[in-house]
């Protein structure tokens, strides 16, 4: 981000090559809504280009480019009373096996996996969300969600036993 805020665009192109795939995944899956997502995905990328000339080294990349994430998320959730919606045609990771069966099974573990991820509370799935897509530390979820390390160790922490159960219930 340093080079990139010196002017190098190829700078640019290797942080969004990086780390495009993971932080599409946390707005999708935190939005539930595939067109909702992409465009608050390039908002957020939006957001990374204008703050350019302010960028300062405080924390890990992944950490601010996350409190950025965060932050239009909050806006998002407040705008629409922190209703979700419903995931509509999300394709399941298909399982390496062609067989119906695998298959089958594979997806309806995915369904079940999507189902108790959408039904955690919007602060657990975030710190769940940014572990496992974002792959940060809890210091660094704390970091980017404006909260101490202790709540975000306890939102992960819920996230991961929720998770569990829903998964260990099917």
């Given at each position: 981000m340093l080079a990139y805020r010196q002017g190098d665009?190829?700078?640019?192109?290797?942080?969004?090559?990086?780390?495009?795939?993971p932080l599409y995944r946390f707005v999708l899956r935190s939005v539930r809504e595939r067109g909702l997502a992409e465009e608050l995905y390039?908002?957020?990328?939006?957001?990374?280009?204008?703050a350019r000339g302010r960028y300062t080294v405080q924390a890990k990349f992944?950490?601010?480019l996350y409190t950025?994430?965060?932050?239009?998320m909050t806006d998002h959730w407040r705008k629409r009373?922190?209703?979700l919606v419903e995931l509509d045609g999300v394709d399941p990771a298909a399982p390496a096996a062609y067989e119906p069966a695998p298959r089958a099974e594979?997806?309806?573990?995915?369904?079940?996996?999507?189902?108790?991820l959408a039904a955690?509370?919007?602060?657990?799935?975030e710190a769940f969300l940014m572990h496992?897509?974002?792959?940060?530390?809890?210091?660094?979820?704390?970091?980017?969600?404006g909260v101490g390390e202790e709540a975000a160790k306890s939102r992960l922490r819920y996230a991961l036993a929720k998770l569990r159960e829903a998964l260990a219930d099917g």
């Open positions: 665009a190829g700078a640019f192109e290797t942080l969004y090559a990086r780390h495009k795939g390039q908002e957020i990328w939006m957001r990374v280009i204008e992944t950490t601010w950025i994430a965060h932050n239009r009373g922190l209703q594979a997806r309806q573990g995915a369904e079940r996996l999507l189902a108790a955690l509370p919007a602060a657990q799935r496992e897509e974002g792959g940060m530390s809890v210091a660094e979820i704390a970091a980017a969600s």
